[in-house]
């Protein structure tokens, strides 16, 4: 009766439209051979993180479904909240600073 324990690539998945890939491990405890108990974890290599995919060894659907055109889009969407949010606090520092010069009086 030995007890081992085992974390397997269980499931992998193509995910929204800049095709992330989702890796489901299972992480198993195995009796003689049978697995008595599973437990799951998922992570997520974003489109166009090379590194991130070959440590999980998905390199290869990586360049299957990768190329450079998904990789920019992809930089492109999340550059872009980014950039709206910078626009977005700039302008509320300047209306605090108006209502502020407006609330200070003149001497």
Same mark, same amino acid.
């Given at each position: 009766?030995?007890?081992?324990?085992?974390?397997?690539?269980?499931?992998?998945?193509?995910?929204?439209?800049?095709?992330?890939?989702?890796?489901?491990?299972?992480?198993?405890?195995?009796?003689?051979?049978?697995? &008595?108990?599973?437990?799951?974890?998922?992570? /997520? !290599?974003?489109?166009?993180?090379?590194?991130? $995919?070959? =440590?999980?060894? *998905?390199?290869?659907?990586?360049?299957?479904?990768?190329?450079?055109?998904?990789?920019?889009?992809?930089?492109?969407? &999340?550059?872009?909240?980014?950039?709206?949010? /910078? !626009?977005?606090?700039?302008?509320?520092?300047? $209306?605090? =600073?108006?209502? *502020?010069?407006?609330?200070?009086?003149?001497?």
């Amino acid at each position: 009766m030995a007890l081992t324990k085992q974390k397997v690539q269980d499931k992998i998945e193509i995910v929204s439209e800049f095709k992330h890939i989702q890796i489901r491990y299972a992480n198993q405890i195995v009796e003689d051979g049978t697995v &008595i108990s599973s437990a799951f974890e998922r992570t /997520v !290599v974003s489109c166009g993180d090379y590194d991130k $995919a070959d =440590e999980h060894n *998905v390199r290869a659907i990586a360049d299957a479904v990768w190329n450079a055109d998904l990789i920019a889009a992809y930089e492109a969407q &999340i550059a872009q909240p980014i950039a709206e949010e /910078v !626009v977005e606090e700039a302008a509320a520092e300047e $209306a605090v =600073e108006e209502s *502020v010069s407006e609330e200070t009086p003149a001497e």
